[in-house]
């Protein structure tokens, strides 16, 4: 599994699938703003335990590919469309991942103006 070089040493000594998230956090923490400019966080770039549920269905999806691709191999002008039909796919996914990522920002951002920036108002008058 080929790593961004800024996790490399966060790697589970027990499984190598997996990444501390406590020191990853911990890291991020020290200046977040800067490893995000020199572009060692990468939000896309996600790690995966190969026993998991999502491994699972990732090897399902590949091995069908495989076998359509196979099936296919003949037939030319559906090769192409079944192509043309995965790129699509895979577009679309991307594009409602940058989606999901803008929104989960905004709420985290949302969060923090509302606990550390907003007054908070009080059941009782005069109590903050």
Do not use: C
């Amino acid at each position: 599994m080929n790593l961004n070089p800024y996790y490399n040493n966060l790697v589970s000594p027990k499984n190598p699938n997996k990444i501390h998230r406590k020191e990853v956090l911990t890291m991020q923490r020290d200046n977040i703003i800067e490893e995000l400019y020199y572009g060692n966080i990468s939000p896309w770039e996600k790690q995966f335990d190969r026993d998991s549920e999502y491994a699972k269905y990732l090897k399902i999806v590949s091995d069908n590919e495989a076998k359509l691709n196979a099936f296919l191999s003949d037939a030319k002008e559906e090769k192409h469309l079944f192509g043309a039909l995965m790129n699509a796919q895979g577009e679309i996914l991307d594009f409602r991942e940058q989606g999901r990522f803008v929104e989960g920002f905004q709420l985290g951002a949302a969060f923090m103006l509302d606990t550390f920036v907003l007054p908070q108002m009080s059941v009782v008058n005069d109590v903050l």
